[in-house]
Structures are given as C-alpha cells and as structure tokens.
C-alpha cells in the first residue's frame, strides 16, 4: 500500500471517528422534539401494514411528504430490531457522515490533495451549528441535505471537470429525485438555482435543451412515479397535489413583532451566525493571492447557488433557516479553497486568521469560565464528560491566544474545539432536559397507568405523534364518536376540544398538562352495560 492510498485511509478513519463523537453521546436522552415523531410513527406503520406508498399516521393518510425518509427510518428499525430515540436519530448521524465524506472525496479528487488534509470539508461540514443542530434530530433535513449536495456536486465534478455531459445529467438527476422523494418539489428548485444561472455565465444556456438534460429528467421522472403512480391509485390525484400546494404556501412561520422589516434584516444575520466560526474565512477571498485559478469555476458555480438562495428566503416572510441547510455543501467548499491555499503556502501569513484565533480562544475561555454559573442557575448535575470537556476548552482557547501556530494546527485545534464544546453542551443539556422537560414520556406513562393494556385509545383532534410515540400502542385518529368505535374503550383530545365531545357516552377519567397543551381522557360507556344496570 503506497503512501498516499495509507493518507486516505487514515483520513477516513479520523473522519468517520470524528463524526461519531461529535453526534452520538447523549443522543438517545432527549424526547421527541419538532417533527421527530411523526417521522417515526409513519416508519411504524409502514412496519406494521406492510403499506409502504401511502404514508400513514394513526390511521389518517398523511401526504406533506413524500415518503423516502420514512422508508430510510424504517430501514434502520428492521436492521437494529429497535425503535427508539437513539435509533431514529441515528439516521440523520449516518447521512451527515455520509455527506462529509462526499464533500472530503469530492476535494481530494478535484484539489489533487492527497494527504489528510483531503478531509477538512468534511470537517467544517460537520462542526457547522445548524448541521449539528440537524444531524442529531429524526427529520428529513439532514438526509434531504445529503441527495442535493451529492446531486449538484456531481454534476460539477462529471460535466466540468470529467466533461461527460451525458453521465452528469443522468446520475445528478437521478440523485434529485430521490431528493424529491425525501421532502418534495423543493429539490428541483434547488438544483436549477445555481445550474441555471451557471450556464447562463458560461454562455451554455441551450444545454438545458439538450438530448442529455433530457435524458437526465425522463430518468427523474421514472424514478419518481415509481412511487407516485403507485400512490394515486390508492388515493386521489387531487387529494395529493392539494395537501403538496398547500405545504408550498404556509412554508413560512408567522412573521414576528416587527414584521417584514425584521425578518430581512434577522434572516441574513442569523445565517452568518448559524454558521460560525468558518464562515468567517469568506473573507479570506478579498485576498486576490488566494484565489486559485483552477477553482474558478467550482468557485463561480458554488458562488450562484448561494447569491440567488440567501437573498430569496430573506425576502420570504417567516422562513426558516434550515431551509437553506441542503446549499451547506456550495458554503463548505467556498470556504475551503482559500483556506487550502493557505495551508498549502507556509510562507502565508493570514492577518484576519490571526485576529480570529484569538477572538475564538477569548470566546472559548469566557465561555468555559461562565459554565458554573449556569450550573448552578439550572441546578444541574456534575458529570466527568462534562468536566473534562470544559477542562479540554480552557485548553484550547489558551493555545489559539499565546501560540505561535502553523494554520494547519489552528484549524485542527478550532475543530477539535467545536467537537468539545458540543460535547459539554450534550453532557449538560441533555440529561437536563431528560430530567425536567419529558412532556410527552411523562404524559404517556399516566395515561398508560391508568387505560388497561387491552383497551383501545382513539385520538380526537390531539395531534402529537410524540405522545403517541410514547404511548407504545395502537392509536386510532377520529373525527368524532361513531358507532365504529369499540365500546369500553378510552379517547383523548385536547382540553380546548372537550366541549365538542358533549355526549353521554363518555365518563371524564382524569387530564394532564404535556408542554403547551392539556391532555383529557375519557372511558366511553358500554351502553348495553348501562341498560342492564
């Protein structure tokens, strides 16, 4: 095994380790949060019915999203046997690997670099806050994150750099349907937002035209009707295109106090925030010496997706930042061309990654330094990973002030410092919220203690899969009391719908407070029961 093939590898290694203990500990502590049970009450049913074209949750048809990610998760669940918060979180770990690990090949293979330093944007990717918000959630994001970078990257990489049009189209496309597949049209606009415009720049606008462009969207077409003509069988055409124009139009948030105006200025700000510390070194790109020719055109492509995307969902009132969390990939790589030109030139002296170090280290020794504050205010408990950590901190951001470092050692020790930073935060954090913010756990376990095993619990408009998660049984959605119900069984519902079940078949059993809502259950009666008392 030659020297660089033995580099590669260990590369990998280091990356995949590095992955692993920045997104596994302390994953499993926290309840469901955002849409993280919906997600795996969809993959159970599939489980259950063998139905795996129309989505289902207690029962209903559910069609804001299409279904890939629920076949992923229910994939896990068969493997490991297991479903549970750690298990379904476990998805989002396992693409955001993946998804640094095709950012680290693309570079090596486009670069030229051959050494460990194949891996830093892998590295940035995943020390990214909002992808380490995502990559430790069951949602679609992170795996909707790894079809779009995989499909426009590679795009690139055949089409411009290999320059097999044909093998570009087909495989990028292809990886945008299954993109579709994940969470919707979105993935489409995605891919064009910065194609378009690029080949606008590059004067090839006809090549959307083209036999192979072409080719590549019958392929997209094939394989995403391999899943939707099946499903407009079973349910109606009009029923589906409703709830996707739906989904489209209440995207956005309700605008916060201040409007529109806040959100145009918030929105950008958030942004650059979310993705800190690395987004920093676009700055790097005023230095005229860094800007390597032969990434010109990796550059302007990256370049577009960004400048047409962030000033878009600034103008979208109420939209979120994790929208834009699939062009995290076009960011990544246009912070690591300069970055590589500086690691590549010792001679290189970067003044704004000197002002940065040290704004970083103070950052982090005030940061460490207010830890016990914190503790003591949430009253939290003491954990050796937590000390060692905050230990390891001080560490770090003393070195990145005092030291004299090559960029190569800054850049490893920021990292390593992100990793351990998330490391004190899950090992605070987590278990506190175990502890004192299990809602739904906690709700589900009175319930159960007080609806026998055997009985069956039909759900009146109380809407939370979490809940429903935690129950660990059968759940039956319902519209209102009917005869199909099975009698001497129990029903929930929100204490704000209770007046709407005024009927005398129900008995009040008792209610719970779950976070913002108030859970009231009741026992229908046995009529005949009744007549013969």
């Not at 995943?126 to 069951?138: C, G, N, S, Y």
């Not at 189209?169 to 299954?178: A, Q, V």
């Amino acid at each position: 095994m030659n020297k660089n093939k033995k580099e590669v590898i260990k590369g990998l290694i280091i990356l995949f380790i590095f992955s692993m203990l920045l997104n596994l500990p302390f994953i499993h502590m926290r309840e469901f949060q955002g849409e993280e049970g919906r997600r795996v009450i969809i993959a159970q049913e599939m489980l259950r019915s063998g139905d795996y074209i129309v989505p289902r949750v207690e029962g209903e048809v559910y069609l804001n999203k299409p279904p890939l990610y629920n076949w992923y998760l229910a994939l896990i669940f068969r493997i490991s046997g297991e479903i549970s918060e750690l298990t379904a979180r476990l998805s989002s770990v396992i693409t955001a690997f993946f998804t640094s690990l095709f950012l680290s090949i693309f570079w090596m293979v486009v670069s030229g670099i051959k050494d460990i330093r194949f891996i830093l944007p892998g590295i940035i990717f995943l020390t990214l806050p909002e992808v380490i918000d995502k990559a430790i959630k069951a949602e679609i994001d992170m795996t909707f994150t790894f079809f779009i970078t995989l499909s426009i990257l590679t795009w690139f990489y055949l089409s411009e750099i290999k320059m097999k049009k044909f093998p570009a189209y087909i495989l990028s496309m292809g990886l945008l349907s299954f993109g579709t597949l994940t969470k919707g049209i979105q993935a489409p606009l995605f891919f064009y937002s910065g194609l378009i415009p690029y080949l606008v720049y590059r004067k090839r606008f006809r090549e959307l035209f083209s036999f192979y462009h072409l080719t590549g969207i019958l392929v997209y077409l094939i394989i995403f009707m391999s899943w939707f003509l099946p499903l407009i069988e079973k349910v109606e055409l009009d029923k589906v295109l409703s709830h996707w124009w739906m989904e489209i139009l209440v995207r956005g948030e309700p605008l916060k106090r201040g409007g529109f105006l806040r959100h145009i200025i918030e929105f950008p700000l958030e942004y650059f925030l979310k993705h800190m510390p690395w987004i920093i070194f676009l700055f790097l790109w005023k230095d005229k010496s860094l800007r390597d020719s032969k990434f010109h055109d990796l550059t302007i492509y990256s370049m577009l997706f960004l400048l047409f995307s962030v000033p878009l969902y600034s103008l979208i009132p109420g939209a979120r930042l994790r929208y834009l969390l699939p062009l995290s990939g076009a960011l990544v790589i246009l912070i690591t061309i300069p970055l590589s030109s500086i690691i590549s030139d010792e001679r290189y002296h970067s003044s704004l990654l000197r002002r940065f170090r040290f704004i970083f280290g103070i950052f982090i020794i005030i940061g460490m330094l207010s830890m016990p504050v914190f503790i003591y205010h949430y009253k939290i408990s003491i954990n050796p990973v937590m000390v060692i950590s905050i230990l390891f901190l001080l560490l770090t951001g003393t070195v990145l002030i005092k030291g004299n470092l090559r960029t190569e050692i800054v850049l490893t020790v920021m990292a390593l410092s992100l990793l351990f930073m998330k490391t004190a935060w899950a090992s605070t954090y987590f278990p506190y919220h175990k502890e004192k913010h299990s809602y739904y756990r906690n709700a589900a376990q009175w319930i159960n203690s007080i609806v026998p095993p055997e009985a069956m619990i039909y759900d009146y408009k109380t809407g939370n899969p979490h809940l429903t998660f935690y129950l660990k049984r059968d759940i039956i959605s319902v519209n209102g009391l009917n005869d199909a119900i099975m009698r001497n069984s129990f029903l929930m519902t929100r204490k704000e719908y209770a007046p709407e079940l005024n009927d005398e078949r129900l008995i009040y059993v008792g209610e719970i407070r779950a976070r913002r809502m108030t859970i009231v259950i009741y026992r229908i009666k046995n009529h005949e029961s009744e007549t013969q008392g």
